[in-house]
């Protein structure tokens, strides 16, 4: 069947199939990330549904709303060459109601780390994804692991408003040299690529060692090395479920995020640890 192109509610809701529903939701400027979670939805459910929006919501007004890359027929391409059956590319005007006021609250978890970095980032997040969550009534939905703090808050979301959604987590999708694949990766020149290549060394020199301490003092060996055309915002070593700091005495499944500037470009990276007692 060919792919459905739903521009606004109405036509998404006449594209409604009868069996499982996967949800990918997006901002569009498709990679090879983007199409490893349209793989995964494939794999899961009858129909795919892939969203289309650039959230102004969880952008702060210093921030690249306006210029966030928009490739819609490249997009469109993309989804029909991994199968999806409807692209969900509502606009704005569609999405929020002029005189809207209720919004959903990340909580402290959206206050911390990347959220102390990007305020009301997560109440955005969470406000869009709940609205898509009712708009296209998904049994499961996927989001990349490439965006911790966002899946994280999403499963606490569906936990703590008891949601009937299934979240399911997608390995982060690597350049081959470790670059992780961003939307953003685009406005790096060839010298601020390379610079950016710091990042998943950091965390992957952090991810050899054994303690938090040792991690830490690692992964920041590594950034520092970069030199000034790398400005780090943070280096976090995480519980996943809380995204508060792990202590030296913390066993289990650890997140070491890192987020930095490199010109005008800010990029986020992660990789999940398992640390022993
Ligand atoms: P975005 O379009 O950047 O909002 O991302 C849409 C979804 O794709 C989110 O769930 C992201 O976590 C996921 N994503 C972005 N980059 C990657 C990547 N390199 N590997 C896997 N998933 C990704």
Redesign the pocket.
């Known amino acids: 069947m060919d792919l459905i192109v739903a521009g606004n509610r109405d036509d998404l809701a006449k594209a409604r199939g009868t069996g499982t529903v996967a949800l990918v939701?997006?901002?569009?400027?498709l990679h090879d990330?983007?199409r490893?979670?349209i793989r995964a939805a494939r794999a899961r459910a009858d129909q795919v549904v892939v969203s289309i929006f650039v959230n102004p919501l969880q952008f702060a007004p210093n921030e690249d709303f306006s210029r966030y890359p928009r490739t819609f027929d490249a997009d469109l391409e993309v989804c029909r060459a991994e199968g999806a059956d409807v692209v969900f590319a509502p606009s704005a005007v569609d999405m929020y109601r002029p005189d809207r006021q209720v919004s959903v609250c990340s909580g402290e978890m959206g206050t911390i780390v990347e959220g102390a970095s990007r305020p009301g980032h997560f109440d955005g997040v969470l406000t869009v994804v709940l609205k898509l969550f009712n708009l296209v009534h998904p049994d499961l939905a996927i989001?990349?692991?490439?965006?911790a703090q966002?899946l994280a808050v999403i499963r606490r979301m569906v936990a703590d408003l008891d949601l009937p959604i299934e979240i399911v987590g997608?390995?982060?999708?690597?350049e081959p040299d470790g670059l992780?694949?961003?939307?953003r990766n685009r406005y790096l020149s060839a010298g601020e690529r390379t610079v950016a290549l710091a990042l998943s060394r950091a965390l992957r020199a952090g991810a050899a060692e054994l303690t938090p301490s040792a991690i830490r003092a690692t992964a920041r060996a590594v950034l520092d090395a970069a030199g000034p055309e790398l400005d780090l915002d943070y280096l976090a070593l995480v519980d996943p479920a809380t995204f508060k700091e792990v202590g030296d005495s913390y066993a289990g499944s650890a997140v070491l995020a890192v987020a930095a500037r490199v010109g005008t470009t800010r990029l986020i990276d992660n990789v999940v640890l398992s640390l022993r007692p």
């Open positions: 939701p997006t901002m569009g400027a990330g983007h490893s979670l989001f990349g692991q490439k965006d966002q997608a390995p982060t999708v690597r992780a694949l961003s939307s």
